[in-house]
């Protein structure tokens, strides 16, 4: 899974298969993330290397939005990672195995 959260909570989710790669990542900001971006907008991803595909700053700052980078090695700043946590926790609760 692929997404972002906000203050109010997550927002542009998207379900992939297999591994995120650049160009995963490129198109998922393209399509799904861009869309729901606001002007003023500050994006914080940590230092994954898919976080820094070509195209990603730009189609982030032509939406209107800040790209920021989280220092290495500090997940402890990253909101997302929060979230995930949740969700690990209540796929593995539903004995969730597959995609489908």
Request: proline share 7%; hydrophobic share 45%.
């Amino acid at each position: 899974m692929i997404g972002a959260v906000r203050l109010s909570g997550p927002c542009a989710t998207l379900a992939v298969e297999g591994a995120t790669d650049a160009e995963v990542f490129r198109v998922y900001v393209q399509q799904v993330l861009v869309p729901e971006l606001r002007t003023g907008d500050v994006v914080v991803m940590d230092n994954l290397q898919p976080h820094k595909a070509s195209g990603v700053r730009e189609a982030l700052e032509e939406a209107g939005a800040t790209l920021l980078y989280l220092p290495p090695y500090s997940p402890d700043f990253n909101p997302i990672e929060n979230m995930w946590s949740k969700v690990k926790q209540w796929l593995r609760s539903a004995a969730a195995r597959t995609f489908d």
